[in-house]
């Protein structure tokens, strides 16, 4: 009887574990893979399905045509730091007072125990990997470069991770594999300071004849490649990144890395990153002169033919038709942010910034409004979309896609709106530009009242600041010229209060704010 009763519960068991596995095998098949294409300081008017002119991104542009394009789409920033903080955690960035823009030698600004995106997708079977830009910090505050840099995107739920530290224009300028400097040599280690230069180290500021690209504000530390950085680095000679190659080589990674897994059973999910069109602007010879606008232009070419050899790949590996590809941007526009590189004397007629006011570092719509498209063949119908979604929402979209119960309290499930099947997007979201937030509720949004400059005079961005209120209505008045503050005083004082409860203790300390 016994043996009798074992041999039903081993054949139960084993029904179970086929039913467990058959369900699991399903769900693999219909989890697509998703890839999130993100681009660096990429304007709303820098596409041409966005409305530029002067500049064609044919790539970028059939996603759009194929896709749902978004009009009313924000980076949670106007500044890389935080909007990438906010993309992977799910979490607005003013909730972490370490979420600015951060030097190469910043710890880790997600804590390890924090949900994120490739965690979450990690519970539901996903391979996980970013290539490109990473600007989150790296281990505890103390890094040697030399030795295993952790905790990193490996420890915040990456499998993978080929990265470069944190911007092009700042050092340490190597590539790190999986926490360890590519290319590093035992007898030539790598040093990093922001503070102080090494003895003897030519820089920007003493030895502008070293120069192949000058400095205008800032950029004028240690000279890598004849462009002065931020911040000083001595050694790694032979980890040094050609930036001229930059492009080339974390596609070329990014594509390795799908045609590995496109083999694998498991849905991979790929975080690429690229450094276009954030300075130092360094295009691959083979795209200087290609958009008559000088570097600025030349680099947004090499982004869009980068988008394309990737959609290429996804083809030729047949799986273009099993991925949800998302396209965006971190921040708004910049034509000069700290080199003379033309972007301001060549531009002519193209506005990175499109109909919007403002541009990267600004409270104004082109800080945050960005570029934004997703894209799956065979099953997002294309379509415009004019609802109001935000890059911090993809963390519970996709956990709802997959069926997870994971949510955060900022990441709304806006699921329906990014597949197509729904215009109605949030009702509301904060943005924020260098630690100041302002409420977008509606069509409209209110901008508090901010001490410091109204236009940074480095970069020529209006930055938001005023004294008084402002309030737009965003759907009359895109370009943000009308301040109804005055004649609407109603609707002005619902959104302050709304605002105030949304942002807690916090929000009594804007007066203060120093603006860089
Ligand atoms: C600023 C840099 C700018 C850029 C930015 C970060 C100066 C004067 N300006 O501090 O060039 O690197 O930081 O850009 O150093 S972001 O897109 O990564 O946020
Ligand atoms: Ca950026």
Known sequence: MKKFRNTIFIALSFFALAACQKKEASEDV?????????????????????????????????????????????????????????LLTGVYPWRNQDAKILPGTAPLVISTEQMTLPKMLKTKGYQTAIVGKWHLGLGDGNVNWNEHISPGPNEVGFDYAYIMAATQDRVPTVYIRDGHVEGLEADDPILVDYQNNFEGEPTGKENPELLKMMW??????????????IGFMKGGEKAKWVDEDMADVFLIDAQNY?????????PFFLYY?????????TPHPRFVGTSGMGPRGDVIIEADWCVGELLKTLEEEGILENTLIIFSSDNGPVL???????????????????????????????????????YWKGTVQPSVSDALISQIDLLSSFASMLNSDIRTDDSMDMLEVLLGKSNVGREELIIEATSRTAFRSGDFI??????????????????????????????DDIG?????ADTEPELLAELIARFEALRGAEYGKIEQLELK
């Open 30 to 86: 219909s989890n697509p893979n998703i890839i999130i294409i993100y681009l660096d300081d990429l304007g709303y008017g820098d596409v041409s399905a966005y409305g530029a002119t002067e500049i064609s991104t044919p790539h970028m542009d059939r996603m759009a045509r194929d896709g749902v394009r978004f009009t009313n789409a924000y980076a949670t920033s106007a500044t890389c730091t935080p909007s990438r903080y906010a």
């Open 216 to 229: 205008h504000h800032g950029h004028n530390n240690s000279i890598i490649n004849g462009i002065p950085r």
């Open 258 to 266: 799908i045609r590995q897994k496109s083999k694998s059973e498991k």
């Open 273 to 281: 990153a690229l450094q276009q069109p954030h300075v130092p602007r």
């Open 336 to 374: 000069n942010d700290g080199y003379y590189d033309d972007a301001v004397e060549k531009l002519g007629d193209h506005k990175p910034w499109g109909p919007l006011r403002g541009g990267k570092y600004s409270l104004f719509e082109a800080g945050t409004r960005v570029p934004f498209m997703t």
């Open 446 to 475: 209110m901008i508090p009242p901010y001490k410091g400059p109204a236009v940074n005079t480095m970069v020529n961005i209006e930055l938001g600041n005023d004294n008084n209120y402002q309030l737009y209505n965003l759907k």
């Open 480 to 484: 943000q010229r009308n301040n109804l």
